[in-house]
């Protein structure tokens, strides 16, 4: 599924040969992620996060979300990435420190080009997503700020069952033992 041989990467903007590097292969998804990402931090004004100042909420798991986590430095590491397993090509970034938020939803499947045989040409569908104006392919909408509390550090407790330590509020009490999520769901 990879397309690169069919487009010379050193043409692309830096910001997307840095999501195609991050994300392994240039594609239709690393695009759609590329244009979103670049349009929440136009609308809200922001680089790449150092902490959290930034919080992406995604709610797919698709090659887009590589994008959020190579531009905005968005990461489940640091705690200001989250998964939302709703699949849909929409994306929440909150700029904590502005107070402000964006939801950016793409609407630009009518770019790809069919062919006589009802696949796609990728390649045309990459040219069109690279070239396409936003206003065209997505829907970007000030909201409400929400994001998930800042990540913390805690405590772990070793699980009675398989002895692997685990945070402590990912852990259940069961016949008055401490067990991670996963071997209560073996019981």
Aim: with cysteine; aromatic share 6%; proline share 5%.
């Amino acid at each position: 599924m990879a397309y690169t041989a069919d487009i010379d990467i050193k043409t692309l903007p830096e910001d997307l040969q840095r999501a195609v590097a991050f994300h392994g292969h240039l594609c239709p998804g690393i695009m759609i992620g590329w244009r979103a990402a670049r349009a929440a931090q136009k609308a809200l004004g922001v680089d790449a996060s150092s902490d959290e100042e930034l919080v992406a909420v995604v709610e797919n798991d698709s090659c887009s979300v590589d994008a959020f986590q190579a531009l905005l430095s968005t990461t489940f590491g640091k705690g200001n990435f989250k998964w939302l397993d709703h699949g849909k090509q929409a994306f929440t970034v909150t700029a904590r420190e502005q107070n402000r938020a964006v939801r950016i939803f793409f609407r630009g499947d009518h770019l790809k080009d069919k062919r006589p045989d009802g696949s796609t040409d990728r390649l045309a569908y990459i040219n069109a997503l690279l070239t396409a104006p936003d206003e065209e392919i997505l829907q970007v909408t000030e909201m409400d700020p929400a994001p998930p509390a800042m990540a913390r550090i805690e405590p772990s407790l070793i699980c009675s069952r398989c002895g692997e330590p685990t945070q402590a509020s990912r852990t259940l009490s069961l016949d008055g033992q401490t067990v991670c999520r996963a071997c209560a769901k073996e019981q």
